[in-house]
């Protein structure tokens, strides 16, 4: 390839980014999903989100009428997750997804709740989507609010 040629290569592609670039300064900044959230909202979204820690909490400490309400058998042992995790806090789900030494596999947080579930619990696996593996996930989360995100960190 000769100087010349490579040169309008060069320039050629610089036009086209800068031609992508101009666009974007006309359009302006993107607006999409940017609509005002209202104070009613605001306390609406916490509320439904603090429901579903209070549930999470109710199974994360074994309570059986919620087990029941909700449709699902974490443990046979009689032992909830809080045994082996009584401050929460030590579940660190900043950390996932990552390889899980215990599992043997590269592994999302909701992949860890089932394999506590099904191996020391030696309860029945939850669906991933289902209502309690989200309150779980939520609890578990919010526990450990502020912490630094860290995936893939053992």
Same mark, same amino acid.
């Given at each position: 390839?000769?100087?010349?040629?490579?040169?309008?290569?060069?320039?050629?592609?610089?036009?086209?980014?800068?031609?992508?670039?101009?666009?974007?300064?006309?359009?302006?900044?993107?607006?999409?999903?940017?609509?005002?959230?209202?104070?009613?909202?605001?306390?609406?979204?916490?509320?439904?989100?603090?429901?579903?820690?209070?549930?999470?909490?109710?199974?994360? #400490?074994?309570?059986?009428?919620?087990?029941?309400?909700?449709?699902?058998?974490?443990?046979?042992?009689?032992?909830?997750?809080?045994?082996?995790?009584?401050?929460?806090?030590?579940? #660190?789900?900043?950390?996932?997804?990552?390889?899980?030494?215990?599992?043997?596999?590269?592994?999302?947080?909701?992949?860890?709740?089932?394999?506590?579930?099904?191996?020391?619990?030696?309860?029945?696996?939850?669906?991933?989507?289902?209502?309690?593996?989200?309150?779980?996930?939520?609890?578990?989360?919010?526990?450990?609010?502020?912490?630094?995100?860290?995936?893939?960190?053992?």
């Amino acid at each position: 390839m000769t100087a010349q040629v490579k040169f309008s290569s060069l320039l050629s592609r610089a036009c086209l980014a800068g031609t992508f670039v101009g666009i974007a300064l006309l359009a302006g900044p993107a607006v999409a999903n940017k609509s005002p959230v209202s104070q009613a909202q605001l306390n609406a979204y916490e509320e439904a989100f603090m429901d579903e820690v209070k549930k999470g909490d109710l199974l994360f #400490h074994g309570d059986a009428a919620t087990e029941k309400k909700m449709g699902v058998k974490l443990t046979t042992t009689g032992m909830a997750c809080a045994m082996c995790h009584p401050m929460t806090s030590d579940t #660190h789900p900043q950390t996932f997804p990552k390889y899980q030494a215990e599992m043997g596999q590269f592994a999302t947080l909701r992949d860890m709740i089932n394999w506590c579930i099904e191996k020391p619990n030696q309860g029945e696996k939850i669906d991933v989507n289902s209502e309690a593996m989200k309150a779980l996930e939520t609890y578990i989360i919010w526990s450990n609010k502020g912490s630094v995100m860290t995936p893939g960190r053992y």
